[in-house]
């Protein structure tokens, strides 16, 4: 198995015959999934989704691909793949049409029309091209054709990308649900057919390579939701992805059989269900739906909510009726359910959540205690039929952090790769396929960009950094104003400190040994502005360590008069 | 059931007969235990423990009880009981010594060896009671009895306390190990003749009461160590808390049995082991142990370390390993084994620190892959036999989250104690036993106190909102220097910024729109310092916001000269 190292070169020039790889997101971490190929000096990009920031990266409201890699060559882009519309495939499309609005976007019906539904309220109008799994359209050079694939959102597809440098399979995120509710199976016979015509590249979801199995089917829910709602005293609040559709409808189809009747709350759920009902992806029979406004005129026995909310989010519906800070206030007749996956990084979040509805007596369902929720991955035993279905030459774990990648190289071996043709790369990393052989050949940028209100890319590391020591430590500043010829203060010093803890006597004790310090400097004559700011500085967080062992950041402020 | 209410009065007078049972820590949150109870006009502690604080409680080190409950009555406290010897039981009482250092401390051996160890790094000679099981010991109007429980420590007890209001059993941290490595049981017959004597309440650990079942034995993990041992290729680095005594001990007997030499690393883990080695806790066999300098001397398929670091803690030894910062370079030929549980709030962190070490190709064994930790909580079957042993007049149960103290709730209710009999109570909480009933009778002041380096109760929560913001948005602040008669601007406006991600191009633009606003403000001459400092704040802010869409402080400076 090839590793790829920090430093690695910037890459060669790519051989005309070959293909070449460069993930943007997604290998290393799960979101922001971007795959460009470039051959015969086009490029083609699978999937352009957003990440969601975590606790060290403060205040970002998301994070994108860095497109530098192909900032000078978005007239050479082909198309723009969708394999599926969740946020981590399509969040940063938004983004890219900034730059280029005219990027063809190619994706199944849903993918496009959820797509759509977003770049509207981006005010951006696409040029799109619809396929279906079964198509094999042409982009350039590249020759594609669309699979089906089973996910935890309808209508995912595969792609197999063809070009003179051999054939690719990209899955996408998929699952193999043997008894989807759609009755749209992951098209294995599709994998097995172009196994026999010979992978020379396989990229695979790597998301749950880890966990050994299979996933349970979604169908498995059903029951489970309707026990719950068999047994429910009143009111029923379930929490799930604004995007689950299949999870949606089994609510509703439980709501049906009670007679209760549903209500969407949330817009991103409002707006995605109105698209599914729309396309025919989710049944609504006449007269369940009831609009916010009605809920009133509902005995709580007869209604069921569905909301977003389910990781915790403070701003959700779901948290605020968990604070008592929502009109929907929580009762002991109450029953919530949890039907999602809990998102690595949101547990604290979410277990507030439950927290806060449980002290208000409710009913928490959740995926800790009920089968509320199945993974819309692939999990091991999975991931071995598409390995020994497909056979690929070479083979390229994709979708995931460094574990999940590590866990599926493992199982590619089992399967007979032969460990040289494994390759596990990072974002940016360079693979190049020539000659049936696929191996890293350099390294590109793939930072971080971060999205932070109106802004993409302003907020760097630097920022965050200060971010993370304000947030830790708070902040002292000292503004000193002096006579611009004696050098004498004639303002001053005035400290003010936010976060740092500090007891507003003790600034009395910091102003004497500053204004001692500084009448030093101004008497020893030598001093210029940027060497006072520096014994301000000083003066002031050597006194602050002594006294506190704290070290907030100082802004020491001199100002001539 | 009784359900605590926001807005509970103040408690009344405590009848003569009465016992009164307030905690200030523990009931709602997990750690920082510590249970006040009073009768006769004296008093008794059940332990005093920190929390450690999540990511809302940013740059905080840890989280004390508030003592303001007791603070005019620390001479009346007959004794502090330390359960066992974890940091959620005993860290604060350095904190407690402070208010009266000769408050005695009663617990087992191991219990106080590792106080008074942490005592002596905060210079403190305490005042000490050691006991053990089987022991009756009166304190004041107390009668104590003590009884051996098992932990994910040893030397763990609970006690049994008697007054005239009644008899109370509070189980403290427990599990029910069958087959305990020290051989020393959770005394269930103990409980049993004291339920037959007449429990009036019981008090006893929530952690667990959501989970299913019984926790399986700490033996388990002896068999899965030894096949990581026995496959590991060269160094072997087990993380784990520096507490679990049984846990470090199988390790060490894994080592011996392979031929490995052991070394500790980390203060808190050299500190406890070698506490549990001198009292014979711990068995360490000649020749086994290697010194940290010595290292280099032992064939790395020789080796095994142990350290700290489980929980993803950003300074530990092991976390530094996994990002390439430690004089141990993690290779494909090491094994890591973080054998322990994973606190929740911890996820990303040492979620962080597996992919970290799987980058490098460690093989990392962990409680997601393999049997390495067992909790050292009682789960919900446990529970139930000591519920049905004690057959309690009241209960109450502590230790716990919401979602755990109502899970253990319906556990007594299902073992038959009568619903009124049971209290769900909060920190602050006041619980009166009188004539045999335990009720809900007023509450008292139960908040954070913060530890924030030197500092204690200094960090308020408005200093934590503030880093909240800071952290999330950072700041702007602007001097302007005005001339204290005419008003007018003689120095600045200047700007700094920091986290704030604004473009310093930008602040050429504020600093225009400021000396417009600044110039009208002074020509109109009715503004003062405080409407010139608003004048400022509303001028950036806005500017902010329109271009920005954020909301970093906005701190004005406005200085007469």
């Known amino acids: 198995m090839s ?16 293909l ?24 083609l990009i699978v999937d352009c989704g957003v990440l969601f920031p975590e606790t060290e990266q ?66 951006i109008r696409p040029v799109t091209r619809e396929v279906s799994e079964g198509q094999r359209v042409r982009f350039g050079p590249f020759d594609c054709e669309f699979l089906a694939v089973n996910h935890s959102i309808p209508d995912a597809l ?4 063809r070009t003179p440098a051999g054939l690719v399979l990209a899955t996408g995120d998929f699952k193999m649900d043997q008894l989807p509710l759609d009755g749209r199976l992951t098209d294995l016979g599709g994998f097995a057919r172009l196994g026999a015509e010979g992978i020379d590249l396989l990229l695979s979801d790597s998301t749950n390579a880890e966990v050994p199995g299979f996933v349970t089917s979604e169908r498995s829910i059903g029951p489970v939701v309707d026990e719950v709602f068999a047994t429910a005293q009143e009111r029923i609040i379930v929490a799930c992805f604004a995007s689950h559709i299949h999870r949606v409808q089994q609510v509703l189809d439980a709501a049906v059989a009670c007679g209760r009747r549903v209500c969407f709350i949330g817009r991103s759920m409002v707006r995605n269900m109105g698209v599914a009902r729309e396309l025919g992806y989710l049944r609504v029979p006449d007269g369940v ?7 009133d005129d509902v005995p709580p026995d007869r209604l069921v909510l569905v909301c977003t909310g389910s990781q915790g989010e403070p701003m959700s519906a779901l948290s605020r009726m968990a604070g008592r800070d929502h009109q929907i206030r929580i009762t002991e007749r109450d029953t919530v359910m949890l039907a999602s996956s809990l998102i690595p990084g949101n547990e604290t979040a979410v277990n507030r959540v439950i927290n806060g509805l449980t002290r208000w007596g409710a009913r928490v369902v959740h ?46 071996a089992l399967t007979g790769v032969p460990e040289d043709n494994i390759v596990i790369a990072e974002d940016g990393v360079v693979v190049d396929l020539v000659d049936g052989h696929a191996s890293i050949v350099g390294a590109v940028p793939a930072g971080y960009v971060y999205v932070d209100g109106l802004s993409v ?78 014994v301000v500085r000083r003066t002031v967080g050597k006194w602050v360590n002594d006294n506190y062992r704290r070290r907030p950041m100082i802004i020491p402020v001199v100002v001539e008069v």
């Not at 590793?3 to 051989?15: E, R, T, W």
């Not at 595969?158 to 990308?161: D, G, N, S, Y």
């Not at 500043?477 to 007891?503: W, Y």
């Open 3 to 18: 590793h790829p190292h920090p430093g690695l070169p910037a890459p060669p020039a790519l051989p005309e015959h070959g």
């Open 20 to 43: 070449r790889i460069v993930a943007l997101g997604g290998l290393g971490e799960i979101g922001r999934n971007m795959t460009v190929f470039e051959h015969g000096g086009r490029l």
């Open 58 to 123: 403060p205040g970002i409201d998301l994070i994108l691909p860095d497109f530098e890699y192909i900032r000078d060559r978005l007239d050479l882009i082909d198309a723009v793949i969708l394999t599926h519309g969740h946020e981590d495939h399509i969040g940063a499309v938004p983004y890219l049409l900034r730059e280029r609005p005219d990027i063809p976007l190619v994706g199944s019906r849903l993918t496009l029309a959820l797509l759509e539904a977003k770049l509207t309220e981006h005010r």
């Open 158 to 161: 595969a792609v197999a990308i």
């Open 289 to 295: 739906m009831v609009e916010p406004k009605q809920l």
């Open 367 to 412: 995926k800790g205690n009920a089968l509320v929720h199945v993974s819309g991955h692939a999990s091991a035993g999975e991931l071995l039929y598409v390995l020994n279905m497909t056979r690929p030459g070479n083979f390229m774990p994709i979708h995931g952090e460094w574990r999940h990648l590590r866990a599926h190289a493992k199982l590619a």
């Open 457 to 534: 890319g302003e907020v760097t590391e630097t920022s965050l950094k200060d971010r993370r020591i304000l947030g830790e430590e708070g902040f002292v500043s000292i503004v000193v104003g002096v006579d611009s010829t004696s050098g004498k203060v004639v303002a001053g010093p005035e400290i003010h400190a936010r976060g740092a803890g500090i007891a507003n006597e003790d600034f009395d004790q910091i102003i004497e040994r500053l204004e001692a310090v500084l009448q030093d400097a101004a008497t020893s004559g030598a001093a210029d502005l940027h060497q006072m700011n520096q």
